[in-house]
């Protein structure tokens, strides 16, 4: 099965500031990777599709690159509603599909 | 809008059962793969077993294979999953999502609030 990993496991950060989050897979997945925010005590949000396509109605603020077994995503400028944690999920080939561990982002 | 609504959670006690419903709404059911997903308390997400939309393919992550059993009923457009053989790490939420389209295996996409369940003696 393909592993994920995330780094960091968590950063602290203030409104305003650019944040980046990267995600690592044990072999190459193209570009099959989403990212989800979640916010305390509530589902995930789907923000980020086949890497680097913002989903409909998601703020520009948020973007993601990469392929093969290397991606980031970014916050261009954070928002109050951003502090939450990130996912990232792989989904390439067959299932068993394969989250990260998440990246919870908090007030400095 | 797409509604996902998640019941039959509780607590049980190891080695005991449950059966998970997901009700949809706002959308053709019997179009679409669905999925459930759990998390831990405190932990992250997990992927749990997928199910096509006639109901004859299905996908499991390793550590509920043989135990749980995904299905689903179009004319009551609704899915399930069965839970036997409960352990204590089964305890989670339980959360039911609407895959996407663009391929033939995909990611969840829209998600359900979520049901709780605890695994206890």
């Known amino acids: 099965d393909i592993q994920m990993t995330q780094s960091p496991s968590s950063l602290s950060a203030s409104v305003g500031d650019r944040v980046t989050i990267t995600c690592q897979a044990s072999?190459?997945?193209?570009?099959?990777l989403n990212w989800y925010r979640q916010k305390p005590g509530k589902p995930p949000e789907l923000l980020i599709y086949d890497a680097s396509s913002l989903e409909a109605g998601v703020p520009s603020r948020f973007s993601g690159s990469g392929s093969g077994t290397d991606f980031s995503f970014t916050i261009s400028s954070l928002q109050p509603e951003d502090f939450a944690t990130y996912y990232c999920l792989q989904y390439e080939d067959l299932p068993p599909f394969t989250f990260g561990p998440g990246t919870k982002v908090d007030f400095k | 809008e797409v509604r996902l609504v998640e019941s039959g959670g509780g607590l049980v006690q190891p080695g005991g059962s449950l059966r998970l419903s997901c009700t949809a709404s706002g959308f053709t059911f019997s179009n679409y793969w669905m999925t459930w997903v759990r998390q831990a308390p405190g932990k992250g997400l997990e992927w749990v077993a997928n199910i096509k939309p006639d109901g004859s393919e299905k996908f499991y992550v390793d550590s509920v294979k043989g135990r749980f059993s995904i299905s689903r009923d179009n004319a009551r457009n609704s899915m399930y999953l069965q839970m036997n053989s409960l352990r204590a790490e089964d305890t989670a939420v339980y959360y039911c999502a609407r895959d996407g389209t663009r391929y033939i295996y995909n990611p969840p996409h829209y998600w359900g609030q979520g049901t709780q369940v605890t695994v206890s003696s």
């Open positions: 072999q190459g997945i193209k570009k099959y």
